[in-house]
């Protein structure tokens, strides 16, 4: 399976920028989409972006449209998260995730479709 690392989380004030790293190795010809997720103490684990590795296709949740940002760079296998004026409620530990299907083009929203995780990286966003 493919192998995941995340890096670039970290502390930042609101109104601040991250961009997260997602470096993949052992990349197989199954995998169709790469997803960002994140998860928050006492929280479900929820889709914040999803890439459609075949057209860049992307998807984002309600909450961060317009303020972050999926991309990949398929000569280096590592897909980025672009996050600009974070808010405290964004604190959470971002996860990078593959999956092996979509549907129609479009990658599934639901963590338990995606089969691949890194260990995760924290993002804490102070007032």
């Known amino acids: 399976q493919v192998l995941l690392r995340e890096s670039g989380g970290g502390s930042v004030q609101a109104g601040g920028s991250l961009r997260l790293s997602c470096a993949a190795s052992?990349?197989?010809?199954?995998?169709?989409?790469m997803g960002w997720f994140r998860q928050a103490p006492g929280k479900e684990r929820e889709a914040v972006a999803r890439?459609?590795?075949?057209?860049?296709?992307?998807a984002y949740a309600d909450s961060v449209r317009g303020r972050f940002a999926i991309s990949q760079d398929n000569a280096e296998n590592t897909v980025y998260l672009q996050m600009n004026s974070l808010k405290p409620e964004d604190t959470a530990m971002y996860y990078c995730?593959?999956?092996?299907?979509?549907?129609?083009?479009?990658?599934?929203?639901?963590?338990?479709?995606?089969?691949?995780w890194g260990q995760g990286t924290q993002v804490t966003v102070s007032a």
């Open positions: 052992g990349y197989t010809p199954s995998t169709a989409c």
């Open positions: 995730a593959a999956a092996r299907s979509a549907t129609f083009g479009w990658c599934p929203r639901s963590p338990g479709n995606y089969d691949n």
């Open positions: 890439i459609y590795l075949a057209s860049s296709a992307t």
